[in-house]
């Protein structure tokens, strides 16, 4: 009788020891003269093992000081594409070329070009603000970045007597909005993570925990942003946090890997990340994690050290975002 040998269609990848891995990244980080930037929302083990982390106007700037030839950005496209653009003569990697991100995939270049122009024909009179997640080819036609941590500031840069079309996060532009009092022409975009915070569950949080503070990103609906405590971008949420010495429970209201960091820079707390929307069975969805984050592994960024892959290519409409870029949050 003949044997016959099974061959899964998908074989699952072999189990690697992290703490294995780690070892190997240090090491080929020193062989290729490289450097590790980790956004917030990562895993807390490759934050863990980064040379730099923060959110993205701090990882920006960061990425302009570095003086290796490398860099590793474990973070979603748009932030690796940003920190080639600020830093032309280094190799930017980044560990799975699938990391985009739905906010900036809610505005494709083709179609901010179309309206822009509308709007003109129309007699509009305007500069166009786009928030950090945009593809590069969205921020060579606009006029300004912002980040959740420079918003404000660069609002106020913007003539009084122009119009501002803000692009692409509609609870994010009406918000700042309210806060500097300039009307705003809204792209409809939003984040897949912000956008799916229950109100009623976080209401149900906060009457199980009494005296606890509620932490939102601005990229959440107004809903959420009305019943919260404190607004603001991952640095500012940092920031608080370090500033309470008094042992506090946070609701978090914004990526779940967030968690990481604020329990870093402030052990005395307790932190509940909010939950997502509750399915008919009476679970939540682990919504609050993003996707495109998410495929930023120690694997990943291992082989993305070894084999110099991928790796962001410099593109004909870099030229346009890098000067709009260096204006906006480097001067
Ligand atoms: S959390 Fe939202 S905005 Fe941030 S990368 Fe993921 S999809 Fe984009």
């Known amino acids: 009788m003949t044997q016959t040998s099974f061959v899964p269609l998908h074989p699952q990848p072999v189990e690697e020891d992290p703490l294995e891995l780690m070892d190997e990244i240090e090491q080929l980080k020193a062989e290729h003269d490289a450097v590790l930037l980790a956004h917030f929302y990562v895993n807390g083990e490759i934050q863990d093992i980064a040379d730099f982390t923060g959110d993205s106007l701090k990882l920006a700037r960061d990425a302009v000081t570095v003086t290796n030839s490398t860099i590793v950005f474990a973070g979603v496209h748009f932030m690796a594409e940003s920190a080639k653009i600020l830093n032309p003569a280094k190799r930017v990697l980044i560990p799975d070329l699938l990391a985009g991100c739905s906010l900036a995939e809610s505005c ?3 179609k901010l070009a ?35 941590g420079n918003a404000r500031e660069i609002i106020d840069r913007v003539p009084a007597g122009k119009e501002i079309l803000f692009v692409p996060d509609q609870h994010l532009g009406r918000y700042l909005s309210e806060v500097t009092g ?13 956008e799916v915070f229950s109100v009623q569950d976080l ?21 959420i942003l009305d019943v919260s405590d404190v607004v603001g971008g991952t640095e500012r949420m940092r920031k608080y946090v370090a500033s ?9 209201a914004t990526e779940a890997n967030m968690i990481h960091p604020l329990s870093l820079a402030a052990p005395q707390h307790t932190y509940i990340p909010v939950p997502g929307i509750m399915a008919s069975d009476g679970t939540t969805c682990a919504c609050n994690k993003c996707p495109h984050m998410s ?26 975002a890098q000067a709009v870029l260096q204006k906006s949050l480097l001067q």
């Open 244 to 252: 309470v010495s008094t042992p506090t429970i946070f609701l978090v």
């Open 182 to 194: 300039r009307p705003m022409i809204l792209w409809p975009g939003s984040c897949m993570v912000h």
């Open 203 to 223: 209401l149900r949080a906060k009457r199980n925990n009494p005296g606890s503070v509620v932490l939102a990103h601005p990229e959440c609906p107004k809903p």
């Open 295 to 320: 495929r930023n592994t120690l694997r990943a960024v291992r082989d993305c050290l070894k084999t110099g892959q991928p790796e962001i290519q410099w593109q004909p409409y870099f030229d346009k």
């Open 108 to 110: 494709p270049a083709d």
């Open 114 to 148: 179309a309206y822009q122009a509308e709007l003109r024909q129309a007699g509009h009179d305007f500069e166009t603000v786009a928030y950090i997640n945009t593809s590069a080819a969205v921020k060579s036609l606009c006029d300004w970045i912002v980040t959740s």
